[in-house]
């Protein structure tokens, strides 16, 4: 079983940028497809973006794909997701996923997930 770790949460001005960086342990990230989802308060857990185990595909969901990028450095086992532009309406719990069959959209396609980052956006 793969182990996630975020990190680089926190607050930020309407219009800025922050990245998220997710460290794995316990497997081989290159084995998974890894991704983002996020939480807002009240609101279901959304996918944001994933990325295929060699890092040469991406995805990114409509709401954010011309803001947001991942990216992933195997060699780190690491995954990262560079938020910017950021909006009022991107708060939310920002989760780490490992996913290790083809699907990666859906919350039950995902095989472990991180303690979740918190960001906040203000205006």
């Known amino acids: 079983q793969v182990q996630l770790v975020e990190s680089g949460g926190g607050s930020v001005q309407a219009g800025g940028s922050l990245r998220l960086s997710c460290v794995a342990s316990?497997?081989?990230?290159?084995?998974?497809?890894m991704g983002w989802f996020r939480q807002a308060p009240g609101k279901e857990r959304e996918f944001v973006a994933a990325?295929?185990?060699?890092?040469?595909?991406?995805f990114h969901a409509a709401s954010v794909a011309d803001r947001f990028t991942i990216s992933r450095d195997n060699t780190k086992n690491a995954v990262y997701l560079q938020m910017g532009s950021l909006k009022p309406n991107d708060t939310a719990v920002y989760y780490c996923?490992?996913?290790?069959?083809?699907?990666?959209?859906?919350?039950?396609?995902?095989?472990?997930w991180g303690q979740g980052a918190q960001i906040a956006v203000y205006s």
């Open positions: 996923t490992a996913s290790g069959g083809p699907a990666y959209y859906s919350p039950a396609d995902i095989d472990a």
């Open positions: 316990g497997r081989t990230l290159s084995s998974y497809t």
């Open positions: 990325t295929s185990g060699s890092g040469d595909r991406t």
